[in-house]
């Protein structure tokens, strides 16, 4: 292995490439509460598709086990090196290539995390949609696993938001699917293959990626509901509205408890709610969208989010 620590550090340079007591205890795990913590046995920290290239070229080679890793936000340590070998880290692939702000697309390295993204893409009065909970969680790790999270009632998940790629497979041979276009019909959808792939097929290099208008005014509402029956039934009603829910997610009492009080939202509404409800169920809106006012659920505002002089000023705004 030390053979293989030199020839990848003339490849990609010395210090980014590390062993032994170098390894920092980060690259051994990731959020999964039960997995059990890896050590590799090299960590490589690529700068570049070609350096990518050359470090699968070398472990396809010498027969040694690669595992990506991106933010290590995942659940279910899928990015935990269990058969010690190679860890490719992305954290120096961290560019955002391009927001293109005639084809809403934004061309992302791998490394770029969510939070990077949403405030560049803010500046130009966009959003990448796609918020599966944690905002350092890297475009590179959100296309491995079709990253999902608490808005894809509104905007689906991230397979739906990604139109091209550049990946390096086992042998170091880069790729390129898709591309800066929406309509594609003929042909196998490589894109939509490595999405989800969770790193078995390819490593992904950049991304492109569907952008939208970013709404202009969003507002959440807290619904108490004294049993788990009128929660199941208040969704479909809630969908079937036409409101267009940005998210609808179920938070159990105890937790809700817990939370207001972490962050001092404990006010006297807030505190009857709690106690005498089985569950929660906050409904987020964002507005406005095309045929839709976007009112608020509850709002009683006849001119939507747009002109209603609350929405603006709501404390449960996402
Ligand atoms: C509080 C919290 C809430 C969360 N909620 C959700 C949720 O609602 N929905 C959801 O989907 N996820 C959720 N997650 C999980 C996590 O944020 C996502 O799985 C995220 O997409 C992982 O990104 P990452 O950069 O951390 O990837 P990592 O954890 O580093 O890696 C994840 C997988 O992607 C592979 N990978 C990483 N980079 C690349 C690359 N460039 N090329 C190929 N493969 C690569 C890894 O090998 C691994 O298999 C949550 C996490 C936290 C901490």
Redo the contacts with the bound molecule.
């Keep these: 292995m030390s053979d293989i620590a030199e020839r990848l550090a003339e490849a990609i340079g010395e210090i980014h490439v590390l062993t032994g007591s170098a390894i920092s205890d980060d690259y051994t795990h ?2 999964a509460l039960t997995a059990t913590a890896a050590q590799p046995d090299i960590v490589v920290r690529p700068g570049s598709t070609a350096d990518v290239s050359a470090i699968l070229a070398l472990a396809d080679e010498a027969g040694i086990p690669v ?9 279910s340590g ?2 935990i090196p269990e058969h010690g070998g190679i860890v490719v880290s ?1 954290e120096r692939m961290n560019a955002i290539l391009e927001i293109d702000t005639e084809n809403h697309m934004a061309v992302v390295q ?1 490394g770029v995390t969510l939070q990077q993204l949403d405030e560049v893409t803010a500046a130009h009065g966009l959003v990448y949609p796609v918020f ?3 905002s350092s ?2 475009l ?6 079709n ?4 808005r894809a009632v509104k905007y689906g998940v991230t397979r739906q938001h990604v139109v091209g790629l550049e990946a390096v497979l086992a042998s170091g041979e880069v790729i390129r699917t898709g591309g800066k276009f929406v309509k594609a019909t003929t042909g196998y959808d490589l894109t939509q293959l490595v999405v989800g792939s ?2 078995t097929l ?4 950049e991304a492109i990626l569907r952008l939208y208008p970013r709404p202009a005014y969003a507002a959440t509402v807290l619904a108490p509901f004294a049993s788990l029956d009128g929660v199941t039934a208040a969704v479909p009603k809630i969908v079937a509205s036409g409101i267009g829910p940005l998210l609808v997610e179920y938070i159990d009492f105890i937790t809700m408890d817990a939370i207001a009080r972490n962050y001092g939202w404990m006010t006297p509404p807030l505190r009857l709610a709690v106690r005498s409800c089985r569950s929660i169920l906050p409904a987020a809106t964002s507005g406005p969208s095309p045929g839709n006012p976007g009112r608020a659920p509850g709002c009683s505002s006849s001119a939507g989010f747009a002109g209603c002089p609350r929405s603006k000023r709501c404390r449960w705004t996402t």
């Design positions: 990731d959020e595992t990506a890793r991106g933010s290590g936000t995942g659940l899928a990015c992305f791998p599966p909970g944690e969680a890297s590179g790790g959100n296309v491995a696993t990253a999902g999270g608490m969770e790193g390819a490593l992904v290099t």
